[in-house]
């Protein structure tokens, strides 16, 4: 089963990534039905299809769900593109294409699903452990900072709402380096950080500044740590 499911997703990689050029993309978009490369893009997934499964007469049906399926959800997609956020867009039509990669696999193998395992105390302490490095954290320091106000010193250049988004993904590096025992990635990505901030700690222009960004990353770090060191001595106790 895991071997069909790679051999399948390989297959709508190559075809959707790979093989698929940003003027094909561009020219669906523009044309839709009546672009020629949407039937392109299609023939390029059968060719990857047939070659991952070796030509194996058995998936005729598996490949012919996917191939119409993919062509469908394309086309749902090129239709609703200029009505829905993109990025919203691609993430629900590439889930669509791997539930029919999932449907298509049950039809060979078969698959039992058991719910009840989401529902682990592992599961659901790595669940609660994500939650809090990224959400509950965010929520923390923001209570903890909110006292300074330091916008003036802002040249306002600044993405919206980057800070909080790259305040969540290193969190979340910390967290995962610290319940894989790899406390040697914390290290490198403090030292990694502390380069990438180095412009705004020497140019600021007020001693502030310099102190409110390392108020914020000290506090960062310690939350992603703690979270990490009581997901350790939970798991160990369950």
Request: glycine fraction near 6%.
């Amino acid at each position: 089963m895991i071997s069909l499911f790679i051999k399948l997703f390989l297959a709508h990689v190559i075809g959707d990534f790979i093989f698929q050029p940003e003027k094909w993309v561009n020219h669906k978009q523009e044309h839709k039905l009546r672009s020629k490369f949407l039937y392109v893009h299609i023939l390029v997934h059968l060719m990857a299809l047939l070659i991952v499964l070796q030509f194996d007469k058995r998936y005729w049906l598996g490949i012919l769900i996917i191939l119409i399926s993919h062509f469908i959800i394309d086309v749902i997609k090129l239709f609703l593109n200029s009505k829905f956020n993109q990025r919203w867009l691609f993430a629900l039509d590439q889930l669509a294409h791997i539930l029919v990669i999932a449907y298509v696999i049950t039809l060979y193998h078969e698959v039992s699903w058991d719910l009840q395992m989401l529902f682990k105390p592992e599961v659901l302490l790595v669940i609660t452990g994500i939650l809090c490095v990224t959400k509950v954290s965010s929520i923390i320091m923001k209570i903890f900072i909110s006292k300074w106000d330091l916008s003036a010193l802002s040249n306002g250049d600044s993405l919206e709402q980057a800070g909080a988004y790259i305040g969540m993904l290193e969190r979340l590096f910390v967290f995962a380096f610290i319940i894989t025992n790899h406390w040697e990635g914390v290290g490198f990505l403090i030292a990694a950080k502390s380069v990438f901030r180095f412009g705004d700690l020497s140019n600021a222009k007020d001693r502030k500044l310099t102190e409110y960004i390392l108020i914020g990353t000290l506090l960062s770090f310690g939350l992603a740590i703690a979270f990490g060191l009581l997901y350790l001595y939970l798991f160990g106790i369950i």
